[in-house]
């Protein structure tokens, strides 16, 4: 999930009542600091969304050693910072 919309109205309360996948999984997760700073609207809260749905995750018992979650300090909402995740998303999913 390389900045996944966990932002999307309902959707944390969605996963909290929803049980997380099997532990056969691995999940990638990424978002920049800077994604949504810009923005008037629920958007701005996308980087604090997605390491609380992180956070979720592993507290509902999905295995920290299958989910990896990264951010960039830097990081915006842009393809330019995307394609630099997507080659680790890929060695690191494929890689278990």
């Known amino acids: 999930m390389i900045s996944a919309s966990f ?10 009542e929803t049980p ?15 994604e949504g700073i810009y923005k008037p609207n629920i958007q701005r809260e996308m980087v604090e969304r997605t390491k ?12 920290q050693d299958r989910l990896k979650f990264e951010t960039d300090a830097n990081g915006t909402h842009d393809a330019f910072f995307f394609t630099q995740r997507f080659m680790n998303a890929m060695l690191w999913l494929f890689g278990h």
């Not at 609380?52 to 295995?63: R, V």
């Open 7 to 16: 932002w999307y109205e309902g959707f944390l309360a969605f996963m909290r």
């Open 52 to 63: 609380e749905a992180s956070a979720l995750l592993l507290a509902k018992g999905f295995p």
């Open 20 to 34: 997380v996948p099997d532990g056969t999984h691995c999940i990638y997760m990424y978002v920049g600091e800077l």
